[in-house]
């Protein structure tokens, strides 16, 4: 059960630091963007070593996939509507 819940806040934490990934190469700032891939890299492999081992944490991946880029772009959207 611990497996599921690290892969989905795993997935969770990917798609949520990919949003700030692909702003900052939207935003040309090619050091804040590398430091970025490094947190989606580490993230993600996490995510992998689980479901490799277990196909069923595909289940709370997607999951978390789908939680981690809807609260991502809902922060994003709340960061723009204050600027």
């Known amino acids: 059960m611990l497996e599921y819940v690290i892969t989905f806040f795993a997935v969770f934490a990917t798609d949520l630091i990919y949003v700030y990934f692909v702003k900052s190469i939207q935003d ?35 999951l978390g996939a789908y939680c981690g880029t809807l609260f991502g772009m809902w922060i994003k959207r709340k960061i723009n509507l204050k600027s």
């Open 28 to 62: 040309n700032r090619p050091l804040m963007a590398a430091w970025w891939s490094m947190a989606v890299t580490f993230t993600a492999s996490v995510a992998v070593i689980n479901y490799t081992q277990d196909h069923w944490a595909l289940i709370p991946a997607l």
